[in-house]
């Protein structure tokens, strides 16, 4: 038969590959395989439905021209789900009598039916790519040609995992239909606009996204080069989760989280080193800061999610329950002892919701249990009365009631279950590093949980049966294939399964857990959170603190762990995660702490740091003067702690505009730091830098730069060159100089720095952005880089926004030097939308008195100035000069900036006598106060050169305008813009540079 079968395959043939949804990846290769030698191939999912007889299904499909070629393995006798009887007897009868035309390659090791003989498979199991081929062409009694067709697209062989497989669940070999909403998800992403491939699978807990999710990875990861997974239902995880795709892709980047996730984004953009990439990002509830995570590209994202939120961001595709045939074929295939019409009731009973469908499944399938007997326990809730869940998303009672049942039968058979489930309640729902147990077996663990440390099979025996009735999922971390330390095993628990088991736990042994949970936190601790190495720990450890009880511990170790997770949420940037522990921790410390213990001091010394890198000045020096009040009050106070409150009050006054108050109390911290420590230690250093920051705001820039310049010098003796404070100091240096006017000079400094902080912290650290918009500053007063600042300007505000928002403070002072950067070059229209928004940014940030939220009224003056709007201008101008001269001293560099261009705005006016008088007082004012060579000083020469020659006293206006250009030639060069500009009569002006310290 065999040689007839050969003999008329001689031309092309026609081939129906018949295969269930889960092995699409395979049919789609075996179609390709066969088109490559000549033939045709035409593919069909196939899941007969259960109520049409098997005979007929199978006839439908000899409907088709050509032959069948089934793709087996041992669960395709289940779909339907049907009995092994009736498939055996159907194989004998019909197939057997149609042999000719079936055909059947297998893909498992286990044994498939024996009547499956008839079909003659060929086994593909773990078989390369060439063989596999060899045995289905032989198989199929085709001759391989010589020259093979080369297709477009060609498909992957199914075995060859893609380059990155990242930590994508186990796929769930009993994972049901779905097949039409997965082949949709397909659709959506594959007919996207290229860069817009995003789509998110909502729906409520326990409809089954994650699985969804998963299944999609396996069975379409031959479409992908890259499938990384990314967990999200905790923001610090998912950003340390999404950054370590960056080692993976052999980025050359730092430890820092934000520079991560910038490489990585970057390089999907680019779709370097690969085009073909997934990223799954499951369990993503809260939206905000989507724009710094989501991937863009010409690969794809799949977001699971309970918020609606995301269909302003991402195409949206609900997630339904399980159609009725699909959950009665799932608890027929888990429970086959069960009838059809009793798998109906019991998917009503759960309303078709896989999760509590899953449950029952395991609970019907392990135990044997009747129906009748099961659903009666269910609805009589004889065994425990409990509440609804407290997630308040409409799960019905009954599943309560079936976790009531599953747990009191696990307490009788397998105890030590129920005391890993209970410990996992200790941890937050999501992934819970249960390998801490095994990582720190010193930890004082109580009497009854050693056995966990002591005992690995029963650990591994609890385990399984957890994960047997699918009440935890099994993770793992680190690169696919690897072997993996203790501390990286890891559980997944739903946060319905969470919710549901919390209730059903005893207070007694949730005491236990949670006590238990704390000390194994303590144990991870590394103990350094300014270490950017140990970020991704911190990570880890962070959304566990609240459900363990840390917060209220009273336990130094602890509490030493929960002030050290707020640190790295300081040091990492992750500001709103850290104002949230630190109000939590307030709430319980509160209760049983005087507000002058260390630990409590500690708190309030970082939250009110973080209070003020986020922008929120008045609500830190609220806490900082509280504080210090009661310090003052105290009986027996501490100098060296009141005076670390003093420097964060200080900060407070200086972001707050009050520059004199802060000033003056800087000065009283450094003098009493140096007398107690000296002048060399740490604070000492700490407090004389920030005396150089006040000086800097007063406007007081030489006495800056002496102390900046000094303060380097003993940085670069005590902590080193490359010391992150040091650097700090050298783009301080830098920054008095071109406060001075000394451009060249601070370019040459700013620009090794630079290097340095790229060396050290990375290119994407904040400092290191923070020195580089020092760098393009630097650039842009120097005079000899006009084209290629704005290029550099307008990529640091694209990582200024993505690092702190469009809103934050330190945004806000970019979008101020590009916009005024941008007037200066002719793009009026632009200039004008970043300097309104700064302008209203400031305002609702600091209030309208603000020295610097006044200060902007002169730029958004200077921009009506060149739009022709000369009387809006005039008064936007007088009302900025007004403001500041209430605010600051009349000698401010500030206000006499301020005041040149007011003199500008006089003059356009035809306020000739007024412009005169106000441009002889401010160059007398700059010449006192910045020297008579201070750019400020020359252009304020220049302006009133040009005031007198319009009310006719042009002796004095010529010898003043002659002085200012040899002068300006002299310190700044003969090309310089500066010079130009005053050589060709160019009315001279002043930007406002919002600087807040």
Request: charged share 25%.
């Amino acid at each position: 038969m065999a040689e007839q079968r050969r003999s008329d395959t001689n031309g092309a043939q026609h081939f129906l590959v018949v295969f269930p949804g889960y092995h699409r990846s395979w049919a789609a290769w075996i179609a390709q395989t066969l088109e490559r030698h000549g033939h045709r191939a035409t593919l069909q999912r196939w899941d007969p439905p259960r109520e049409v007889p098997l005979e007929d299904s199978l006839g439908d499909l000899l409907l088709s021209s050509g032959r069948v070629l089934l793709v087996l393995n041992d669960w395709f006798f289940e779909l339907g789900p049907r009995p092994a009887g009736e498939w055996n007897d159907v194989l004998r009868g019909f197939v057997a009598h149609h042999a000719d035309r079936f055909a059947a390659v297998n893909l498992t090791n286990r044994p498939l039916l024996p009547a499956t003989a008839v079909l003659e498979p060929a086994s593909l199991w773990a078989l390369g790519a060439e063989a596999a081929e060899e045995r289905l062409l032989s198989r199929l009694g085709l001759d391989r040609r010589r020259n093979p067709r080369v297709l477009p697209g060609a498909a992957r062989y199914p075995e060859l995992r893609c380059e990155i497989w990242g930590e994508v669940p186990r796929r769930n070999p009993r994972f049901t239909g779905r097949d039409d909403f997965l082949n949709e998800i397909h659709e959506r992403l594959s007919d996207a606009e290229r860069g817009a491939s995003a789509c998110t699978l909502l729906g409520m807990s326990g409809i089954g996204k994650t699985q969804l999710a998963a299944e999609y990875a396996h069975r379409f990861s031959t479409d992908y080069d890259l499938v990384w997974w990314v967990n999200s239902d905790d923001r610090n995880v998912q950003r340390d989760r999404l950054g370590e795709l960056a080692v993976e892709l052999g980025l050359p980047i730092g430890g820092e989280p934000g520079e991560r996730i910038r490489a990585v984004r970057e390089a999907l953009r680019r779709g370097e080193p690969y085009a073909n990439w997934l990223v799954i990002f499951d369990g993503w509830d809260d939206s905000e800061g989507m724009n710094a995570l989501l991937p863009q590209g010409s690969g794809h994202v799949l977001v699971t999610s309970r918020s609606r939120a995301w269909t302003e961001y991402t195409d949206v595709l609900e997630v339904p329950a399980f159609l009725r045939a699909e959950s009665t074929g799932y608890l027929l295939r888990r429970a086959p002892h069960i009838t059809a019409v009793e798998a109906d009731e019991v998917a009503a009973e759960f309303g078709d919701v896989p999760l509590p469908l899953v449950q029952a499944a395991s609970w019907l399938g392990e135990s044997g249990m009747e129906v009748p007997e099961y659903l009666r326990m269910v609805r009589e809730r004889k065994l425990s009365t409990v509440d609804e869940p407290a997630t308040g998303e409409g799960f019905p009672q009954s599943s309560m009631t079936s976790w009531s049942i599953l747990l009191n039968r696990l307490r009788r058979s397998q105890p030590q279950a129920i005391d890993v489930l209970g410990l996992c309640t200790s941890f937050a729902p999501g992934r819970i590093p249960l390998g801490l147990i095994r990582a720190y077996p010193q930890a004082d663990l109580p009497e009854e949980l050693r056995w966990m440390v002591t005992d690995l099979p029963a650990w591994t025996r609890a385990l399984d049966t957890l994960v047997n009735y699918s009440v935890l999922t099994r993770e793992t971390r680190g690169p696919l294939g690897a072997e993996m330390g203790p501390h990286q095993e890891s559980v997944h628990m739903h946060r319905l399964v969470y919710d549901i088991v919390s209730k059903l736990t005893s207070e007694e042994n949730r005491a236990l857990h949670r006590r238990a949970v704390r000390t194994l936190l303590a144990e991870a601790d590394p103990g350094n959170p300014v270490d950017s190495r140990n970020w991704p720990r911190y990570a880890e450890l962070l959304p566990h603190l609240e459900p363990s009880g840390a917060l209220s511990s009273g336990q130094p170790r602890v509490r030493a762990t929960v002030l050290n997770c707020l640190q790295y949420c300081l040091r990492s940037g992750e500001y709103n995660s850290g104002l949230e522990l630190a109000q939590k921790i307030r709430e319980r410390w509160s209760n049983t702490m005087d507000p002058l213990d260390k630990s409590m001091l500690d708190l309030t010394y970082q939250e009110s740091y973080i209070l003020r890198s986020s922008g929120r000045f008045r609500e830190a020096h609220e806490l900082d003067r509280r504080l210090l009040e009661r310090q003052q009050a105290a009986p027996r106070s501490d100098e060296l702690t009141e005076l670390i409150t003093q420097g964060s009050v200080a900060s407070d006054l200086r972001y707050l505009g009050r520059y004199e108050e802060a000033h003056a109390l800087q000065v009283r911290v450094w003098e009493g730091n140096e007398r107690l420590l000296g002048p060399d230690e740490v604070a000492t250093l700490i407090a004389r830098h920030n005396l150089g920051v006040s000086l800097r705001l007063l406007g007081r820039y030489a006495e800056a730069y002496e102390l900046d310049l000094e303060t380097l010098t003993r940085r670069e003796n005590v902590l080193r060159a490359r010391h992150i404070s040091t650097l700090h100091s050298a783009s301080a240096v830098a920054h008095d100089l071109r406060l001075l006017g000394r451009y060249r000079d601070a370019l040459a400094r700013q620009e090794p720095v630079v290097r340095l902080h790229v060396q050290v912290l990375g290119p994407q650290h904040p400092q290191t952005v923070a020195a580089r918009v020092q760098m393009a500053l630097c650039r842009r007063r120097e005079g000899g880089y006009s084209q290629d600042v704005g290029a550099m300007m307008a990529d640091l505000l694209d990582q200024l926004v993505q690092l702190h928002g469009r809103e934050h403070y330190r945004t806000l002072a970019f979008l101020t030097d590009y916009g005024n950067y941008l007037r200066e070059h002719g793009d009026l229209s632009h200039a004008r939308e970043l300097i309104e928004e700064a302008e209203a940014g400031y305002r609702a940030l600091l209030g309208p008195a603000h020295p610097v939220a006044t200060g902007m009224l002169s730029n958004t003056a200077l921009v009506m100035q060149v739009a022709g709007d000369r009387s809006d201008a005039l008064a936007m101008s007088e009302a900025a000069l007004a403001g500041l001269s209430s605010t600051l001293t009349a000698d401010h560099p500030w206000v006499l900036g301020c005041a040149l261009n007011t003199a500008a705005a006089r003059n356009f006016t035809g306020r000739l006598a007024e412009a005169a008088e106000l441009s002889r007082d401010t160059l007398r004012r700059a010449r006192r106060v910045l020297g008579h060579e201070h750019p400020l000083t020359l252009s304020a020469q220049v302006a009133l050169a040009a005031d007198l020659r319009g009310v006719n006293e042009r002796e004095e206006a010529g010898k003043l305008e002659e002085d200012a250009l040899l002068t300006l030639t002299r310190t700044l060069g003969a090309q310089h813009p500066h010079t130009i500009s005053a050589r060709q009569r160019v009315r001279p002006y002043w930007d406002f540079e919002a600087y807040l310290g």
